[in-house]
């Protein structure tokens, strides 16, 4: 039998996904989607948040913060502040690693 | 499959008290959590640790697991004896179907049949997620790529087995790095005729030996020689799509950049991709090579230093 082949929408930097479908995604209420917005971690584009639509790079870091309040028991605050920082690094580490660089040496 | 050692994992003895854990498991995280770590292999481990302190923090699921005996050794062959668990009750877990199939063979045999969430009630399937490990050329060509998943499944005693899920994806031509796949329906499978979850896959390409990606735009370390920088050349270069003759300009220093417009990943609009030039000296091996280079030394009162003032 001929295997079927899947075809899939791409999610790339326009906002497409809406709250509810996000937070699906994550495993979470809406209300969490929300705070996070708030906190600035997420940037929907839309202006009320039945209109909010986000981006892939909005699901990739909403499950980090997922996993990390969960993994840490830490407040939104605090992931905001972790999610800041762990993606300082990585423009670091990237702009390393374009120098021609070891960022891990 | 093999038997795990929980106390081990999370580095505590066997009597070590529930705050004894909850220390343990937050120290690991910090050190291993796949976020946060930069420690090889760390995305393993912490999916370990995550498993252990999944067992040992609930006094349920820890006593049943003591009930096992210390006769095990990590690693050691392992079967669930027939009356495993005969007279507990384990509240369904935080974790969910979704989280199950992180966990080892070992850990869904012995709580497996007890994470399914009661699947009387009307709810839609659980969304996946899954990273897809892609050649760059794809971006340029399309292609289809398959892809194994573990997914948990319930089998006919009603209990959560892991099997290997085969799906075949086509990967559209002009896909990024970091941008995701949606495939409507290929998530967990709903219950009381609800719809499946979706699945979303990470695309992410793999290292390139030749070209660097930066959103839709590429570059690349183009070699030139001296006289090539010096006095202007057409040269040839490699693109993803085929080897292009390109013009340098004369004066070119290393760590110029030549556009290629349009040369990058197609898209509305294609990226382009950029041409590093790195002049490379050629090695002065022989004695004709050496009285060229002592000619130009001679006859060019260059000073590379001049801008330092020395």
């Known amino acids: 039998m001929e295997k079927e082949i899947l075809t899939g929408w791409v999610i790339g930097d326009e906002g497409v996904l809406t709250a509810e479908e996000l937070a699906r995604a994550c495993r979470a209420d809406v209300s969490w989607i929300a705070e996070l917005t708030e906190v600035g971690v997420l940037d929907p584009e839309g202006k009320e948040q039945s209109g909010w639509r986000f981006c892939a790079t909005d699901l990739t870091v909403a499950r980090r913060a997922a996993r990390l309040q969960q993994d840490f028991s830490v407040s939104t605050e605090a992931v905001a502040v972790m999610l800041d920082l762990l993606a300082e690094i990585e423009r670091l580490r990237d ?3 374009r120098a021609g660089l070891d960022p891990n040496e | 499959m093999e038997f795990k050692d929980y106390y081990t994992i999370l580095g505590v ?43 040992l923090k609930d ?18 062959e392992f079967t669930p004896p027939p009356d495993w668990a005969a007279g507990f009750e384990f509240a369904p877990g935080r974790f969910s179907t979704a989280d199950a199939a992180e966990f080892s063979d070992f850990f869904s045999s012995l709580f497996g049949n007890f994470t399914r969430q009661a699947d009387v009630h009307h709810s839609h399937g659980e969304d996946r997620h899954a990273k897809i490990v892609i050649p760059l050329e794809d971006a340029f060509h399309g292609a289809t790529r398959t892809i194994t998943l573990r997914a948990p499944r319930l089998d006919s005693e009603g209990r959560v087995v892991l ?38 896959l990470e695309v992410h390409f793999d290292p390139h030996s030749v070209y660097r990606v930066e959103g839709h735009d590429l570059s690349l370390t183009l070699p030139i020689a001296p006289w090539e920088a010096a006095l202007g050349a057409t040269v040839k270069a490699p693109t993803p799509t085929g080897v292009v003759e390109v013009k340098i300009p004369a004066g070119s220093q290393s760590g110029q950049k030549l556009r290629l417009k349009g040369r990058g990943i197609p898209g509305e609009p294609s990226g382009d991709l950029y041409l590093v030039l790195d002049v490379v000296v050629p090695a002065a091996d022989t004695e004709r090579a050496q009285q060229l280079y002592r000619t130009m030394a001679q006859e060019l009162a260059f000073n590379p230093r001049r801008t330092l003032g020395v």
């Open chain 2, 13 to 55: 003895e066997r009597t070590a008290t529930a705050d004894d854990i909850k220390g343990a498991y937050r120290k690991l995280a910090r050190k291993y959590h796949p976020d946060v770590s930069k420690e090889a292999g760390a995305e393993a481990r912490f999916k370990e640790i995550g498993e252990a302190y999944e067992v």
């Open chain 2, 59 to 76: 006094p349920e699921k820890r006593a049943a697991y003591d009930q096992l005996g210390t006769g095990w050794r990590a690693g050691q």
């Open chain 2, 163 to 200: 099997r290997d899920h085969t799906l075949s994806v086509r990967i559209p031509k002009g896909i990024r790095d970091s941008q995701l796949i949606r495939l409507a329906g290929q998530g967990a499978p709903g219950s009381g005729g609800a719809s499946s979850g979706d699945l979303y």
């Open chain 1, 95 to 97: 702009r390393l690693k």
